[in-house]
């Protein structure tokens, strides 16, 4: 087994080994692991204060900064309330100082009663309740022994649970499914009890012994499943739903939230009530000591059961699943299912043990297609085909970070940062003078080094605070505000951001000079000196403007050598061009855009709306003939001085559709990132991560609409892309879209 040793973060604890029902599709009693009848009823005191003792060991040795116990059985309200309390006395002595505990318990419901409730009250452990449904569905297996239903004493509890003095303790009901109750009825009658939050569980099953399908169907527990999902939906979503949570989240590219789904790794080991440590309870269904270790609390400790080889093998990710499962699309949502409902006792047609799919396959196939059809309309990100919607998140990533450093700076930046951050927040009530300020592609690099200073300590705040001003001042400009602002020179040069360039303020004097609006331009006053900036162009005198590109049918962007957080591209950015020079290159510039216009109409025209800056870059060296984008905002490109508009018209193209999916994975999660597949690219001799696949992808649709040469190697990535399990629904979505633009070329 390969990777790190993953610690426990949960521990469930048999605190009593028997049951005052006789439900039928129990694992515990019902299924092949019969060591309960050898098991002491209720766990001893030594065993309670070793596994106390172990958990903390353990918590300490990897800085666990909390973990979960869950009080289990049998029926863990049997164990009765004394010896309840003396498992929560020991556990919260042991953790205190240690890690945060977080206590649970599973329960019938049978025996809760005020007593119990305040006790849990007092150490605040978390009470979840099973319950089938209504009345019908619950009897059908939650019986007593003696045939009588357990229905009403569970309602009791579960009002009794939602008292106002209890209701902070309620965990949620928890719902074994079977496919022979009506799926809406079932869901109703729990939703009416106003649960926090609901868990639908198939029930344990294997190859050997497979689940029942009352019907024949084999999606029968999909289709249970996904009639409550449509009256869960249909009615708001009133509570969570733990399965279909994991589901959604795993369909947008975030984590499994539950252990029957996903690729997590387990973190989870069960105490016995005689001390016995133990792998996942459910292993009890597979075969007569499936869940066994040889460890127990007394003579082991949890990092030796971590590094248990049944225990490895399901930490292992991809790995971790059969091959079949690791070739399929929705192996992230699913992950191979929970790990006992793979067993299958002979070799066959698949291998023995647990490299097999789930016994439950095809319905959560079903399941996870049955949902993401449902949902993709409101889960695909509007950035993803929307560029006003892109340019909107992007700005909003960019004033999120402007948050961020005033947060990180927690005072440090004296009067004049709360000075300037007052007069933003001024600026931002008046008018959209920090939109545009936003929407500047180098506000975000100086903004990711102010952070970055910021939470490293560095003694350089009060800089911080004397460049915020600057953008502040370009804030207030933008926003026609007629209001001074105190701005930092360098060396006898000042620069606005997004306002016409930068100029002198008199070299020698202080260090300040005053920015204020003008009629149809600014005002800098360095002590007794006054510039004036009336317009944009170079015959203004000594003020430097940003040239712009705007002729000959180009777009008006902006072709910026002046900004001193330009240099953020894999070549450096040119010291600055001469005016000829300049007019030479934006020339050719505006020759290339023809050539694209002409060539690829659709692409120009998105490239016009969201690119805002040009900046020259000096001659890249051999093989680096790229328009590179890097980290700046969003409208950004490094282009070569150097070229003819035929060789800078596919720079462009190149460099804008990379421009693209970087920013849509800067809002938007395309893809996963935590799983370790490689998948084959034409264009390399190696795999490559999915990240890369899709990049190059993208790239090539793109350049194979101006030449296509590159269209054989799009569509063969595209094909490649087709199957992958990293790419969410937004990447699914993008996909499609980018194979609608292969079909068109």
Not at 128 to 137: C, K
Not at 404 to 417: F, I, P, T, V, Y
Not at 461 to 475: E, I, K, S
Request: hydrophobic share 40%; proline share 7%; net charge negative.
């Amino acid at each position: 087994m390969t990777g790190p040793l993953v610690p426990f973060r949960e521990i469930v604890l048999k605190v009593h080994s028997r049951c005052d029902l006789a439900c039928d599709h129990c694992y515990i009693y019902e299924h092949a692991d019969q060591s309960w009848r050898t098991r002491p009823k209720a766990i001893s005191d030594e065993a309670m204060t070793r596994t106390a003792l172990r958990l903390a060991e353990h918590a300490k040795a990897h800085t666990l900064p909390s973990v979960s116990v869950i009080l289990h059985g049998g029926e863990p309200l049997l164990a009765g309330p004394a010896r309840l309390r003396r498992v929560c006395e020991e556990l919260t002595a042991a953790l205190d100082g240690v890690a945060d505990l977080d206590l649970r318990i599973h329960t019938n419901g049978l025996q809760l009663s005020p007593r119990y409730l305040d006790l849990f009250d007092e150490f605040g452990v978390r009470v979840g309740i099973s319950l089938d449904g209504d009345r019908a569905a619950n009897d059908r297996h939650r019986r007593f022994a003696d045939g009588r239903t357990s229905h009403p004493l569970v309602l009791k509890a579960v009002e009794l649970l939602r008292q106002d003095r209890y209701r902070h303790l309620d965990l949620g009901l928890l719902c074994t499914i079977d496919a022979a109750n009506d799926p809406v009825t079932v869901y109703d009658a729990l939703a009416a009890l106003e649960p926090p939050r609901i868990d639908f569980l198939l029930p344990h099953a294997t190859w050997e012994e497979p689940p029942p399908r009352p019907d024949g169907s084999p999606t029968a527990y999909a289709d249970w499943l996904l009639a409550v999902f449509d009256r869960w939906d249909a009615g708001g979503r009133p509570m969570p739903v733990r399965l279909f949570d994991s589901v959604l989240s795993t369909l947008t590219g975030g984590p499994s939230l539950t252990e029957s789904l996903g690729l997590a790794p387990t973190d989870l080991v069960v105490v016995e009530t005689d001390g016995t440590l133990e792998q996942v309870d459910s292993l009890k269904s597979a075969y007569e000591g499936a869940a066994a270790t040889g460890f127990d609390v007394f003579t082991h400790t949890l990092d030796e059961v971590a590094a248990h080889p049944g225990v490895r093998t399901r930490q292992l990710g991809l790995a971790g699943v059969s091959e079949e499962c690791r070739r399929c699309p929705v192996v992230r949502s699913c992950g191979g299912g929970l790990y006992t409902h793979r067993y299958r006792s002979r070799p066959g047609a698949s291998p023995g043990g647990f490299d097999n799919p789930s016994v439950y396959c095809a319905d959560l196939t079903a399941l996870i297609g049955g949902i993401e059809s449902r949902t993709r309309a409101e889960t695909v990100p509007a950035a993803v085909h929307r560029p006003g919607e892109l340019l909107d998140a992007q700005h909003e990533l960019t004033r999120s970070m402007l948050a961020e450093l005033h947060a990180a700076l927690d005072g440090r930046g004296g009067e004049s940062w709360q000075e300037a951050w007052e007069l933003a927040n001024a600026v931002e009530r008046t008018s959209d003078g920090l939109d545009t300020l936003f929407a500047h592609p180098y506000t975000r690099t100086w903004l990711a080094g102010a952070i970055a200073a910021a939470h490293d300590g560095r003694p350089d705040a009060p800089d911080l605070a004397r460049q915020v001003r600057g953008y502040v001042a370009a804030a207030v400009l933008r926003g026609g505000l007629d209001t001074p602002v105190r701005v930092h020179h360098h060396d006898g040069v000042l620069v606005l951001p997004t306002t016409p360039g930068r100029g002198p303020a008199a070299r020698g004097a202080a260090r300040e000079a005053a920015v204020r609006r003008a009629e149809k331009g600014f005002v800098v006053r360095t002590g007794a000196t006054e510039l004036r900036v009336v317009r944009a162009d170079e015959t203004a005198g000594p003020w430097r403007p940003v040239r712009r590109l705007g002729r000959d049918g180009a777009p008006d962007l902006a072709l910026d050598d002046i900004d001193p957080y330009r240099d953020t591209f894999d070549a450096p950015a040119h010291p600055g061009l001469g005016r000829e020079e300049a007019a030479d290159w934006s020339g050719r510039l505006a020759a290339a855009w023809a050539l694209l216009r002409d060539a690829v109409p659709d692409q120009a025209a998105s490239a016009a709306v969201t690119l805002s800056t040009l900046t020259p870059l000096c001659a890249p060296s051999a093989g680096e003939s790229r328009a590179r984008g890097a980290g700046h905002g969003y409208g950004a490109l490094g282009v070569p001085v150097a070229g003819t508009p035929g060789t800078l018209a596919p720079l462009l193209l190149r460099g804008f559709r990379r421009a693209t999916l970087r920013a849509l994975t800067e809002v938007t999660d395309l893809y996963a990132l935590d799983g370790a597949w490689l998948r084959p690219a034409p264009w390399r001799e190696r795999p490559v991560p999915v990240s890369e696949l899709l990049a190059g992808a993208h790239e090539r649709v793109g350049l194979a609409a101006y030449d296509r040469r590159h269209l054989d190697h799009a569509l063969r990535a595209l094909d490649t892309l087709q199957d992958a399990a990293e790419l969410t629904v937004g990447g699914k979505s993008l996909l499609t879209t980018l194979r609608a633009e292969a079909d068109r070329v």
